[in-house]
């Protein structure tokens, strides 16, 4: 059993930036997948960005590159979404989730991950 906390969001206006968190009540992630995704009212819930156990590979979706970035410390049982040049259109309720299966590529689907945290707010002004 993980369980995932999500902290760091906010209210910001555009072009702003916010820090997400997410905290694993395990001793370590080292052979977990972590995944951020993300869901606007009145729309599926939808990938935002995953790393891998170790770190070694990361991939974003289209609608973030150059503006997300994750990360993850291993040692601190914490990943990250650093999110920059927020726009109106990234309001959304991001939640972290992670693949316990550290043999498969990233999965970029809801269904590829095991455990999730319950959220937290993003709200970007225009």
């Known amino acids: 059993q993980v369980q995932l906390v999500e902290s760091g969001g906010g209210l910001v206006q555009a072009g702003g930036s916010l820090r997400l968190s997410c905290v694993a009540s395990?001793?370590?992630?080292?052979?977990?997948?972590v995944a951020w995704f993300r869901q606007a009212p009145g729309k599926e819930r939808e990938f935002v960005a995953g790393?891998?156990?170790?770190?070694?590979?990361?991939t974003n979706a289209d609608s973030v590159k150059g503006r997300f970035t994750i990360s993850r410390d291993i040692s601190q049982n914490t990943a990250y979404l650093q999110m920059d040049s927020l726009k109106p259109e990234d309001t959304a309720v991001y939640y972290c989730?992670?693949?316990?299966?550290?043999?498969?590529?990233?999965?970029?689907?809801?269904?590829?991950?095991?455990?999730w945290g319950q959220g937290t707010q993003v709200t970007v002004s225009s």
């Open positions: 989730a992670v693949d316990i299966h550290p043999w498969k590529q990233i999965q970029t689907t809801e269904d590829g991950y095991e455990y």
């Open positions: 395990v001793r370590t992630l080292r052979t977990y997948h």
């Open positions: 790393i891998s156990w170790n770190g070694g590979s990361s």
